[in-house]
């Protein structure tokens, strides 16, 4: 769609743009991507989100590029249904989304949905990245962005295709080739160095502890709290390994258990992999290689007393129907 759309569409309104719950860098440098273009038109904006940031990446590209985000228990008593919400990286209905006061009368996302829903304004595209699409509103509409929006795109762009390694399109490539001359490549480096913290490292030791393969699929669970961010990247990690193919991780939340998965197989697809396993107890979806879902915890102990067990259960059901190959 025509970018023009949305700003014509954000005018004489006050505007949120909301990303999904415990935002990463993708969401993050989307949202503030859009948030400055919509400046250049002098619209201004708020960015919020629910959960929170607690993921060092996440952290340092806030604090390095001065990027002010609200938790909605901030701003929750001045939101007014009337408000105008943009949704960015994240759509409605998704377990990630919480449906906040406002309006969502646009949403700019790059993830697929299994729930139609109708905006006034929509741009939803299978990349490997959001800023991509924010990154194209730029060149659209042949405006120069600022350093430290070029900066936070091409990092965004850099951390959700796994430093171009998963989902990546040849849109990302070109993106990143737009971006690269308004970048600054030293504050990238920053970014990207000394991401893994000292207490990371307790996670990355339970996932080795518990892990189960089963023909090509590794599972693995953490019976304590992680950040959205450190469970991708021990599926990352646990993805690693020659032996596996598919890896289904979990972490223990207060009220359930945050999923993360990814594939590298082509007949297996884990955003459907995850919706069908989760469906009727919880939620889930996401790209084909990867993929995140979130279940209360009520719901899987009715399963069976052991998580691990009850987890294996619901995706190896699927698995055995639709994917049989990958149990071999």
Do not use: W
């Not at 991509?132 to 951390?159: E, F």
């Not at 052991?306 to 994917?323: I, Q």
């Amino acid at each position: 769609m025509n970018p023009l759309a949305l700003v014509e569409l954000c005018k004489n309104r006050k505007v949120y743009i909301q990303t999904h719950n415990f935002p990463d860098p993708d969401a993050i440098g989307s949202a503030f991507g859009l948030q400055k273009l919509l400046e250049h038109y002098g619209i201004d904006s708020t960015l919020c989100h629910e959960g929170q940031i607690d993921k060092l990446s996440a952290i340092k590209l806030l604090n390095l590029c001065g990027i002010e985000m609200h938790p909605y228990e901030e701003i929750q008593a001045d939101m007014k249904e009337e408000d105008m919400i943009i949704l960015v990286d994240c759509q409605k209905n998704n377990g990630n989304t919480t449906d906040f006061i406002g309006d969502e009368l646009a949403a700019i996302d790059h993830h697929p949905t299994f729930v139609k829903v109708e905006y006034e304004y929509s741009d939803l595209r299978i990349t490997g990245a959001c800023c991509s699409i924010i990154s194209d509103y730029y060149r659209t509409l042949d405006i120069k962005p600022d350093v430290k929006v070029a900066t936070a795109l091409l990092y965004g762009l850099r951390m959700d295709t796994y430093q171009f390694a998963r989902g990546v399109t040849a849109f990302d490539i070109d993106m990143y080739r737009y971006l690269f001359d308004y970048s600054d490549v030293e504050l990238l480096n920053a970014l990207e160095s000394n991401n893994l913290e000292f207490s990371d490292l307790k996670a990355y030791g339970a996932s080795i502890d518990t892990i189960q393969i089963y023909g090509k699929v590794g599972f693995s669970s953490i019976d304590f709290f992680c950040p959205d961010g450190l469970v991708a990247s021990l599926s990352d990690f646990i993805l690693s390994l020659a032996e596996v193919e598919v890896a289904i991780v979990y972490s223990l939340r207060q009220d359930g258990y945050k999923f993360s998965v990814r594939s590298e197989r082509e007949d297996v697809h884990a955003g459907t992999l995850t919706h069908d396993a989760l469906s009727g107890i919880g939620n889930g979806g996401g790209h084909a290689t990867m993929a995140g879902g979130f279940v209360k915890k009520a719901a899987l102990d009715e399963i069976g007393p052991s998580p691990m067990a009850s987890v294996r259960k619901l995706f190896m059901n699927v698995l055995k129907e639709k994917c049989p190959a990958a149990l071999e």
